[in-house]
């Protein structure tokens, strides 16, 4: 009998594109008469840029946003009718590569849009682009006055096809923030110095803030992916990620021993021990660690949640079953280290870290297995 990837892997990761769609409409209704695009910058927030896009187009999504130029080649390769911006700007010398593959750059500064306004004129048309205003987070993009200088600068301006007006919100997962307010109203002000043209201020917990932050495009990322966009709300999306490990052996641990490298977590009882297939290797974090008896970190397994005890190494992990019931658990069943029952958040808090680098640090030689496309697929 030939055995499948997961049989191979000592860790499968199942990516739900059913939950993922879900999890775009959800956004989309919630964005009201916005249009709902969608970030899959790294990799689809390292799940998997190709399944994670068509599933996404089969949705109904139109506008997708990545942060690189390369990432933007692959994205048209997969969806060669979806309109795509490249958040990262327009990269020196580059003009002609966008061009072809129709890549919008979000221009952040004077000298791009001059570079892209002269190439469309040698190309032979003015071609589509966002202008990126910064309203606060400073970071990328153009201040308010060097927006008015692009504004002032006919030669350019003549020279450009502005498809999106948008900005980047600093503390949108923060409802209550002061900043929210004043970056919403910078925005608006550059917004009315750029009549006509289509405006983005929201990302995943921007569309929770409401309509004044929606404007006509939102850009949803990690609550695609099942991260919680609202803060100290229950949250209101699916999980997507379901990573897993199989259990290796099972071992009897008398009290006063100890597991895992370094010795730092000791056993107070007779103590029974899975050891998981799963490391930092894999994308666990080495801060899941735990010296606890009773955790923080923990995975599920059998109907009920078991602490992680001692060490993550490269490829293993130490998780203390003894509350199960003596032989329920035996070697090859599976604990869920993230997913339905340990939450990405959740797991993210233990490790100190936040859902976003949880999700794009998870590894490549686990079984990933794709469901809810047209056909299930693995890879």
Same mark, same amino acid.
């Given at each position: 009998?030939?055995?499948?990837?997961?049989?191979?892997?000592?860790?499968?990761?199942?990516?739900?594109?059913?939950?993922?769609?879900?999890?775009?409409?959800?956004?989309?209704?919630?964005?009201?008469?916005?249009?709902? #695009?969608?970030?899959?910058?790294?990799?689809?927030?390292?799940?998997?840029?190709?399944?994670?896009?068509?599933?996404?187009?089969?949705?109904?999504?139109?506008?997708?946003?990545?942060?690189?130029?390369?990432?933007?080649?692959?994205?048209?390769?997969?969806?060669?009718?979806?309109?795509?911006?490249?958040?990262?700007?327009? *990269?020196? #010398?580059?003009?002609? *590569?966008?061009?072809?593959?129709?890549?919008?750059?979000?221009?952040?500064?004077?000298?791009?849009?001059?570079?892209?306004?002269?190439?469309?004129?040698?190309?032979?048309?003015?071609?589509?682009?966002?202008?990126?205003?910064?309203?606060?987070?400073?970071?990328?993009? *153009?201040?308010?006055?060097?927006?008015?200088?692009?504004?002032?600068?006919?030669?350019?301006?003549?020279?450009?096809?502005?498809?999106?007006?948008?900005?980047?919100?600093?503390?949108?997962?923060?409802?209550?923030?002061?900043?929210?307010?004043?970056?919403?109203?910078?925005?608006?002000?550059?917004?009315?110095?750029?009549?006509?043209?289509?405006?983005?201020?929201?990302?995943?917990?921007?569309?929770?803030?409401?309509?004044?932050?929606?404007?006509?495009?939102?850009?949803?990322?990690?609550?695609?992916?099942?991260?919680?966009?609202?803060?100290?709300?229950?949250?209101?999306?699916?999980?997507?990620?379901?990573?897993?490990?199989?259990?290796?052996?099972?071992?009897?641990?008398?009290?006063?021993?100890?597991?895992?490298?370094?010795?730092?977590?000791?056993?107070?009882?007779?103590?029974?021990?899975?050891?998981?297939?799963?490391?930092?290797?894999?994308?666990?974090?080495?801060?899941?660690?735990?010296?606890?008896?009773?955790?923080?970190?923990?995975? *599920?397994?059998?109907?009920?949640?078991?602490?992680?005890?001692?060490?993550?190494?490269?490829?293993?992990?130490?998780?203390?079953?003894?509350?199960?019931?003596?032989?329920?658990?035996?070697?090859?069943?599976?604990?869920?280290?993230?997913?339905?029952?340990?939450?990405?958040?959740?797991?993210?808090?233990?490790?100190?870290?936040?859902?976003?680098?949880?999700?794009?640090?998870?590894?490549?030689?686990?079984?990933?297995?794709?469901?809810?496309?047209?056909?299930?697929?693995?890879?």
């Amino acid at each position: 009998m030939t055995p499948t990837p997961e049989d191979l892997a000592g860790a499968v990761l199942t990516i739900d594109l059913v939950a993922l769609k879900d999890n775009w409409r959800r956004l989309n209704a919630l964005a009201g008469k916005a249009e709902c #695009g969608a970030a899959v910058k790294g990799n689809a927030y390292g799940l998997g840029i190709a399944p994670v896009a068509k599933a996404l187009w089969e949705a109904g999504c139109r506008s997708f946003f990545v942060a690189r130029p390369k990432e933007g080649e692959e994205l048209r390769g997969l969806l060669p009718e979806a309109t795509i911006y490249i958040l990262d700007g327009l *990269f020196p #010398g580059q003009a002609e *590569f966008y061009a072809k593959l129709a890549l919008r750059p979000a221009l952040i500064s004077i000298e791009e849009a001059r570079e892209w306004a002269a190439f469309g004129r040698v190309y032979g048309r003015k071609l589509p682009c966002a202008i990126h205003v910064d309203t606060g987070i400073n970071r990328l993009g *153009f201040s308010p006055a060097e927006f008015d200088g692009l504004r002032d600068d006919r030669v350019t301006m003549e020279g450009l096809n502005v498809t999106l007006l948008m900005s980047h919100l600093a503390c949108a997962d923060e409802p209550s923030h002061p900043l929210n307010r004043r970056q919403s109203e910078a925005f608006a002000a550059v917004r009315a110095r750029l009549p006509g043209v289509a405006a983005s201020l929201a990302n995943s917990s921007g569309i929770f803030l409401g309509e004044s932050f929606t404007h006509d495009l939102v850009r949803p990322g990690i609550a695609l992916y099942g991260g919680n966009p609202t803060r100290n709300v229950a949250n209101p999306m699916l999980p997507v990620a379901i990573l897993e490990g199989a259990v290796m052996q099972l071992r009897d641990v008398a009290p006063a021993s100890t597991v895992g490298y370094g010795a730092t977590w000791t056993a107070g009882r007779p103590a029974r021990i899975a050891i998981l297939g799963a490391g930092y290797k894999d994308g666990v974090p080495r801060a899941l660690s735990s010296t606890q008896p009773n955790g923080p970190a923990q995975v *599920f397994i059998n109907g009920r949640r078991c602490p992680v005890v001692g060490r993550i190494s490269m490829d293993m992990m130490g998780i203390d079953v003894t509350a199960l019931p003596e032989g329920s658990v035996k070697r090859g069943a599976r604990a869920e280290i993230l997913g339905r029952h340990i939450g990405i958040d959740e797991a993210a808090g233990w490790a100190g870290t936040i859902a976003y680098e949880l999700l794009t640090r998870l590894g490549s030689r686990y079984a990933r297995l794709y469901t809810g496309l047209e056909s299930d697929s693995r890879a």
